[in-house]
């Protein structure tokens, strides 16, 4: 069974200080993708980043960057220079499984809070 | 905007009737994907649809059904409501349901079942 574990209910960061959202997953298929997605206070759904299982390099996307550690099975994500923007759910995404039947799920999420 | 449209944005019903919601996937892409988002469960996975076939099952219940269309617009549908369906339910799209795609999600359908 696959399992997507987002510890931290909520965090709070500085204004343009760096800050890290936990995500850990559990799956034996050793073909996976891992996702981060944003969900502001308006209830939209935006993607951020993506890792695949095989990819040796940890992924940036502008200010955003995941620590992939495949022993640990964890895909964390920091956010560099936060801004008050950043104020929103986080959620973490898994993909797995065979050709077309793919399930993808998410954690529980984190709700950050950027200060001034 | 992501291109993925949903309809209605809000839907207020009773205890006990039906509701469809109505997806559009973005153009050219093949896969709708349907989620429920409440407050006690997060986002759960319910189902996913690939050129109007079913793809893989979540957690839905046999009281809620979907299909995808010819036109590959997806329709989800929620009989014998129950207050315990009140949620935020997203449809997303992604070009073909690869294992490494990111999804394109609606802006949602507010349920509330009074």
């Known amino acids: 069974a696959q399992k997507i574990t987002q510890t931290q209910p909520g965090m709070f960061v500085q204004e343009k200080e760096a800050v890290t959202l936990d995500c850990t997953y559990d799956?034996?298929?050793?073909?996976?993708?891992l996702f981060w997605y944003k969900q502001p206070s308006s209830g939209e759904m935006i993607f951020l980043i993506y890792q695949g299982s095989y990819d040796q390099q940890n992924a940036t996307e502008g200010r955003y960057s995941l620590n992939f550690q495949k022993a640990r099975k964890s895909a964390n994500l920091v956010i560099s220079a936060s801004q008050l923007g950043d104020s929103a759910m986080y959620f973490c995404?898994?993909?797995?499984?065979?050709?077309?039947?793919?399930?993808?799920?998410f954690g529980t999420g984190t709700r950050l809070k950027v200060l001034a | 905007d992501s291109g993925v449209t949903q309809t209605p944005k809000h839907l207020i019903t009773a205890t006990g009737q039906r509701v469809t919601l109505r997806c559009s996937p973005r153009s050219g892409d093949l896969s709708v994907y349907w989620y429920q988002q409440s407050l006690d469960q997060g986002l759960q996975f319910l189902i996913q649809?690939?050129?109007?076939?079913?793809?893989a099952k979540g957690n839905i219940l046999e009281r809620f059904s979907a299909q995808q269309f010819p036109d590959l617009h997806s329709e989800l549908n929620l009989s014998s409501l129950e207050l315990g369906d009140s949620a935020l339910y997203f449809c997303a799209s992604s070009v073909g349901g690869g294992l490494f795609e990111k999804l394109f999600f609606g802006s949602g359908t507010q349920l509330s079942v009074l």
């Open positions: 799956t034996s298929d050793p073909s996976y993708g």
């Open positions: 649809y690939y050129n109007g076939e079913e793809r």
């Open positions: 995404a898994m993909r797995e499984g065979t050709s077309g039947t793919y399930k993808y799920i």
